[in-house]
């Protein structure tokens, strides 16, 4: 079971990796169900689809314009038969603006299995990794 | 059930809330499971309820001595038979050191429920509320 729910989170993060890398907000919402909650690193919370999609779709024209991202899974496990959580982290490397350079972040990810069988993101929860106090 | 499920989210927090309250690590850490997972505004993940207990330990006794803080719950959703998802947000008051000041913060909360039927957080991921870019 492991292996299985290690590579249904490394897919479906995989496919957020490609559509960041294209600049696809309507391809990044695609991963999340439709009322998927998204915290980002500023604490702002994103509700639905739609709001996940809109914002990210900003972040890929404007602020993070040009950047690409990689994403790393840190553990997975499987919390109950219908959930899925894990860990990751990531690198984005963004060209120019205010965050400009190697932003590192560390993501907790709730997976939800759907009736059908498909497993999207149900809760993606973002924060920047910075020097411990 | 929406009721009982903010309910229960609502009564951890709260106890959370009075571990902080009175610098009690080991009453924090006790509102999670064996092997919580915590990340936490610097981005670091915690593994196991110790180091959760150690971590938060540290910080009521050194870099948020003297502080106080409150919890105020956002949402919450069943999101399978054992497992709550629920979103908050904090204030936490800190006389003194590199963080002095009201601090801001967001958490996403995944809750599971035991074979016994008691409730526990299995992850916990915060980030300080900062300005949008």
């Known amino acids: 079971m492991t292996s299985d729910v290690d590579e249904i989170a490394r897919s479906i993060l995989d496919r957020l990796v490609g559509a ?51 994403v790393a899974v840190v553990d997975t496990r499987l919390l109950a038969p219908t959930i899925i959580l894990a860990h990751s982290t990531s690198v984005a490397k963004i060209p120019s603006g205010p965050m400009a350079g190697q932003q590192a972040s560390r993501q907790s990810i709730v997976f939800l299995r759907s009736d059908g069988g498909s497993w999207q993101i149900a809760a993606l929860h973002n924060t920047l990794i910075t020097s411990q106090l």
Do not use: P
Not at 41 to 50: E, K
């Open 20 to 70: 960041w890398n294209v600049a696809d907000g309507k391809a990044w919402g695609a991963e999340f169900i439709d009322d998927a909650d998204f915290v980002n690193i500023f604490g702002m919370q994103l509700r639905g689809r739609r709001e996940i999609e809109q914002r990210h779709q900003y972040l890929f024209d404007v602020l993070f314009k040009g950047s690409t991202c990689e």
